[in-house]
């Protein structure tokens, strides 16, 4: 606490609410943003309690090399949150739009955590549970319980399309190699699907998605099973991460795996003058595949 760290993407939901519970605790926030010119993504950020006078937004591109240098240099903490959240089936050239940001943009953070070395003392990135669970691997039994150990197959993810994941897994893999080799001090986060408060004045994929399912029924996965997590949780861990010298490695960071059909009965139940649209019968199928 009181210490200077770095927050990267934090217009972003959940780099927001990290940029919030930071400057909550003391800490002095260097937070990137796209563009310093675009009010709509910042004023939510200036209005934060602390941020008169240790909040400090600072322009950086992730395909930018170099881009992030500043923003890291004499940074106890770097927190990497930058990266496309955009789902797989809308990205219409998922190689620029979701892998080279996404890779290359972690790579660009680490570059410039290396060259300010010794002050960056951990860098804490947000992975995501999607480098996890796409193994390709046929599906264990559903008492088997998803964790730290499991990895994403690259070649699996882009066969079936699944483009996010895939942006996700190489940038967490690219993020390993490159700190394993330079003597970074790395840990990672992979939350599942993030939902809560919004502290931006607009809607991003998962709020916007969690939105669709309650006024048209649509869940935002085939199988309908969701791993919600509460973005304040989600910041929480970052922190922790961050703050406990004896935190390492890999952790996932799920609350509930429920299916859209108990999410919508819980909305329902906690705003019963909400008119939910009706559900089809196909949700109400568990497929064991997901449930884990
Ligand atoms: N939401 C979830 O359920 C979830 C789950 C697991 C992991 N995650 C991970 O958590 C992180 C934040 O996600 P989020 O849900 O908070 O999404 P978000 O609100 O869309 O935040 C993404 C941030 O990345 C920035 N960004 C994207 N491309 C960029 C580029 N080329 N240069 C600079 N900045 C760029 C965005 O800036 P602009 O606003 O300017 O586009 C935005 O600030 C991501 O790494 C995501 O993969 C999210």
């Known amino acids: 606490m009181g210490a200077t760290v770095c927050v990267t993407g934090a217009s972003g939901y959940i780099a927001s609410w990290l940029v919030k519970l930071l400057l909550r605790r003391g800490y002095t926030v260097r937070a990137t943003v796209r563009d310093l010119g675009d009010s709509g993504k910042i004023e ?8 008169d006078q240790r909040l400090h937004l600072i322009q950086a591109s992730l395909t930018e090399e170099g881009s992030f240098d500043s923003a890291v240099r004499g940074c106890e903490y770097v927190f990497h949150l930058a990266s496309p959240v955009l789902a797989s089936s809308s990205a219409s050239d998922p190689q620029r739009q979701l892998v080279e940001p996404a890779v290359n ?3 660009n953070v680490l570059k410039s955590c290396a060259g300010a070395a ?7 990135l947000t992975a995501s549970i999607s480098s ?23 070649e699996f993810c882009a066969s079936n399309g699944e483009f996010y994941p895939l942006s996700k897994t190489l940038a967490e893999q690219a993020a390993w190699k490159f700190s394993s080799e330079n003597d970074i ?3 990672t986060i992979h939350p599942g699907f993030v939902i809560g408060p919004v502290l931006q004045p607009y809607l991003t994929l998962t709020p916007k998605s969690m939105l669709k399912l309650i006024t048209e029924g649509k869940p935002f996965f085939p199988t309908g099973i969701y791993r919600f997590v509460d973005v304040r949780d989600v910041a929480t861990a970052h922190i922790l991460a961050a703050e406990n010298p004896e935190a390492r490695g890999r952790y996932c960071v799920v609350s509930r795996v429920i299916h859209s059909s108990e999410a919508l009965a819980i909305v329902k139940q906690t705003f019963p003058s909400l008119h939910l649209p009706p559900m089809s019968f196909g949700w109400w ?8």
């Open 44 to 51: 939510h950020l200036k209005t934060l309690q602390g941020a």
């Open 105 to 107: 943009g972690t790579l």
């Open 118 to 124: 010794p002050s960056v003392k951990r860098v804490i």
């Open 132 to 154: 996890v669970i796409y193994t390709g691997k046929p599906s264990s039994p559903p008492d088997v319980p998803i964790d730290e150990t499991w990895h994403s197959d690259p």
């Open 185 to 187: 001090d790395l840990v």
């Open 285 to 292: 199928c568990y497929s064991s595949a997901g449930v884990s």
